[in-house]
């Protein structure tokens, strides 16, 4: 069974931030398209090897080692959330042959390194991920990884993407905070501008997240949240301003990009607009795949049974590096 480590990586400006790693078993993992729900990786057979077939013409020549693994993907979590919601579709991901490198946003979850739920600039964000994926794939040998962000993550997944497209290989949206349905209220909106315009761009605001049951219709999962240390439950008057603009990034974004992606939706979801979201990355010029699951809410993980979506995680990224 894949376990992961816990570290830290350094980020562009020279600060480090937690990272949690799970790395497939070189000696038993199974390939992505062998393994399923409830088979130990033993029982899929083993995975053809390695040899570096795919790779970039002329990659070895340029100091690239052959790839350790199969495959890789940076993890990108929600606003409220950290590492630790996404352990089991990591564990998943890893024991299919997919090396997983789960980032903690910088003010968030573990992190205490830097002023908690703050940015300074948007784009602090963007080359957080981006220096994540560049070490993933310095470890693994790879050309490019697969972006996986959920709920507010998967906006930032889709602007890192434009951001630094020689990075990622393919996008994964889960729930992305595209178009929300849940947002601050107009009364919060204007003290966020009033403490910007006074120089108090630390002033703190509650997270308009705070029911449990608008991420999952599961009451254990719902007793999770209610009673995680790491949840973020404030952000600063700057976090705010600079995640609108980090949907304005996104938006261009839809326009630019070349990845393929997976868009994962909610048939119950409560937090964000399904509809419209479906639209929006309809209308992106890239190979796409949709995928609504019936009878489930926001956050895919914390379903009864989330193996469908499991599943779906593993098979796209075998899929997009096979060209399917």
Known sequence: MPEFVDRTYKTADGSDLPMRVWRPDPNGAACPRRLSVGMRSSEAGPCPRNDGVGMPPGAESHGRT?????????????????????????????????AVYQIERRGSGRDAAHERGHVERAEVWLDDVAAAAELACRETGLSGVHLLGVSWGGKLALACAAHRPDLYRSLIL?????????????????????ALMA????????????????????????????????????VTARFLAESRRLDRLARRAVASGRAPTFLALAEHDRIINNAATRQRVLSMSVR??????????????????????????AGWVDEAERGV
Request: hydrophobic letters at 40%; charged letters at 25%; a positive charge.
């Open 66 to 98: 052959r790839p350790a693994v199969a495959h890789a993907v940076v993890y990108v979590h929600g606003i409220q959330s950290h590492n630790g919601w996404y352990e089991s579709s990591s564990r998943y991901l890893a024991a299919a042959g997919v």
């Open 288 to 313: 796409r795949r949709i995928v609504m699951y019936p009878g489930t809410h926001h956050t895919l993980e914390f379903e009864p049974d989330p193996a469908p979506y499991f599943r779906d995680l």
């Open 199 to 234: 120089r108090q761009p630390l002033r703190r605001f509650r997270i308009p997240l705070d029911d449990p049951s608008l991420f999952t219709a599961n009451p254990e999962r719902q007793r999770y949240i209610a009673g995680d240390p790491l949840s973020l439950r404030e």
């Open 174 to 194: 889960a729930a992305p905070g595209l178009i929300p349905r849940v947002d601050v209220t107009v009364v919060t909106k204007v003290r966020i501008a009033r």
